[in-house]
């Protein structure tokens, strides 16, 4: 069965920016809207960062926020807004993160990014419908469109949205649900995607314009980290967020998307369509 990624409520970016921007908040509320960023294995920093967040704001502060996420950090963005604990989610991501460790993860990754998002909807039959207008999902579509989509026909098609928003050609390999012309949405995010501007809380790991940031290694991101190393990702999220005194970063400076990371998704993407065309038409 065939979903499209669409927007189909009206809801236009930065209608919500007041005529006069601020650069502050009173961070014992959360914020109006927070993002989460790329960083595929390096995602152990949301972690640490959503255990601060009930920390600070209480264990129901995400009714009172609409959740955005590109690629890894869309699965928190819709974990979050479906009220998971930080300690289930922890735990599956920790879970996701041994399992890619220990089987691999070339070609194998989207199948066991699958997996653990069935597993955050669990038998929650209406997740779709509780994410209406809250949850709002980026892809990037040919050929730096980014694509939010915050209405979900059922929780299939829900899922089918995260796994491409998460998709990286090649290397997170194919998967029956990934049937659209459609990547990773994280690199094709500009501000006039923010619904809330400046004042959206923008949270990524190695992004100069993130509020909430921390520096890591190349392959704390590329390559599943556990342990020691997870620990560490961990403790950056959670004092990142603690930290956090309601000072936010201008981010009317990321006008464009990273056009070079695009150019080799999408000749990624090129590659794997070349490969699958062979082999379907290849008879032995």
């Known amino acids: 069965m065939s ?100 089987n691999g993860t070339f070609g194998k990754v989207n199948l066991f990014m699958e997996e653990s998002i069935r597993q955050i909807i669990g038998d929650d039959e209406t997740a779709y419908k509780r994410l209406d207008n809250r949850c709002f999902i980026g892809t990037t579509s040919f050929f730096d469109k980014h694509t939010w989509t915050h209405s979900f026909e059922n929780n299939e098609h829900l899922i089918c949205t995260l796994l491409h928003s998460c998709r990286i050609p090649l290397y997170f390999g194919k998967n029956e649900m990934l049937n659209q012309i459609k990547i990773d949405g994280a690199d094709s995010l500009c501000f006039k995607d923010l619904p809330h501007g400046n004042l959206t809380l923008f949270i990524r790991p190695d992004d100069p314009v993130a509020d909430i940031t921390c520096s890591t290694r190349g392959f704390e991101t590329l390559l599943p980290i556990v342990g020691d190393c997870y620990d560490e990702i961990f403790r950056k999220g959670e004092n990142s967020m603690l930290s956090w005194n309601g000072t936010y970063i201008k981010k009317d400076t990321r006008q464009n998307p990273h056009y070079g990371v695009i150019f080799v998704l999408w000749s990624m993407y090129a590659v794997e369509s070349a490969i699958s065309f062979f082999c379907s038409h290849t008879y032995i």
């Open 3 to 102: 979903y499209n990624a669409y927007n189909n409520t009206g809801i236009e970016c930065n209608q919500f920016i007041p005529d006069e921007q601020i650069d502050s908040h009173d961070d014992s509320t959360c914020p109006k809207s927070i993002y989460f960023g790329g960083g595929a294995f390096g995602s152990a920093f949301y972690s640490g960062v959503y255990k601060a967040m009930v920390q600070k704001w209480g264990p129901n502060f995400f009714e009172n926020c609409i959740f955005l996420g590109d690629s890894a950090g869309s699965v928190w963005a819709m974990g979050i807004a479906l009220g998971r604990s930080p300690e289930v989610l922890d735990k599956l991501f920790r879970a996701f993160c041994m399992k890619t460790h220990t």
